[in-house]
């Protein structure tokens, strides 16, 4: 027992020694505002120099004077990086401490606990549990739901779509919803299983959704970039892109949202294999993009709706992204997330930014939903879930019942009226 007291002393002795502290550092989440060109210089380099994984803006490339930074930094370039701050002079905030600690929580395998069922949507799920639900859930509704396979990923995962069809009726139009183009992004595709549930559960009990399954199928594709997803939970929570090799560079890894063919690769995207908003070799260089354009130029005809779900910052975006120019049907899109922003607003108190991507973040070209719009899909969004910064990407599990429920009523309120919109615009092509 002395022994094994003076053991336990002696390691801690040790840990306390070679870290100066009591307790040990943790990764961190620092929050960081630029004051003159000089500060913005600096942090450009360490963001890029160092080991620390840029959460707001995506790429160095976007830091600007007075606008916050969200950094993340692991606990062994903590020092250092707090060390060139200071000498800058820059004030930093930490926004998490304990991200080792969040990140735990969010990977804990809770299948043991009794409630986990009933509890099984409000938990982040590995990529294999996402494929053994996806089976169950189409071996449960035989009738109803359809696991589509679109293609596989650089890593030969299978792409999976589900088709939700409800109802029976002849020439139904239909709405595509993505999620986890961005690996990180986990509230993304628990969005995809929360809506599917949602739908499934509430056909004929709530009349919103029943009207928009009676006249829509849904196309839902939980985990676009599988290779990715993946890898955030065996090696990096913090990857963002697909994991392909590059022919050029060591550098690993496409951003898939930078790679259809939408002004591809112009301002706003990097041809630098390790950058994080990499464009990728050529439009479409993607197993994973190329699977979902495919699959969406043979549907063309019947998808009106495009969705496409990102997380964080708690945004309603439409096209276009990848210009400044305004979309042909800009006032209906802008109608339409107003309105959705409205709806959120008023049910869960929380405020959504909307409006053009270019014009409500930044010029981002080869995204999906431009690609989608230039496609002829004239309803065409993307979100960005919660929240707004203070957790990030390590959104805890219980926030994910209001993320996913405030997403849902706007794609409720939006599909209701692309229903509407296309409905009148057909009966009064009839008419004329
Ligand atoms: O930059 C992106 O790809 C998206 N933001 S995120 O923080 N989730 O990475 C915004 C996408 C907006 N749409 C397009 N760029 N087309
Ligand atoms: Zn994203």
Redesign the pocket.
Known sequence: MKTLLILFVLIHLDKLLRTGRCTETQDQILSITPKTQEQVHILKNISSQYETSLW?P?SSHYIKEETEVHLFVPANSSDTVKDLLQKGAIIHEVLLSNANELIEMQTRNDSTDPRSSSTFYERYHSLEDIFYWINRTQQDNPTTVRAILLGSSYEKRPLYALKLSLNNSLNKKAMWIDCG??AR?WISPAFCLWFVQYALAFYKINQDITDILDNMDVYILPVMNPDGYEYTWTTNRMW?KNRSVSRSSNCIGV?L??N?D?NWCTE?ASDEPCSE?YCGAYPESEAESRAVADFLRSHKDSVQLYL?I????Q?L?F????TLEEAENHKDLLEMVQEAAQVIRRHYRNTYKYGS??KT???????????AYKLGIKYSF?F?LQDRGRYGFLLPPSHISKACNEALIAVKTIALKVIKKTQTSKSSVQTD
């Open positions: 707001q995506v183009i961005h992004e963002r951003d949202n930078r259809f939408a706003g908003i496409s990102h997380s964080y910052s945004m975006l096209p276009y992204s990848c991507g270019a973040i930044y010029l981002a070209p080869g995204g999906s939903d431009d690609w993307t960005e």
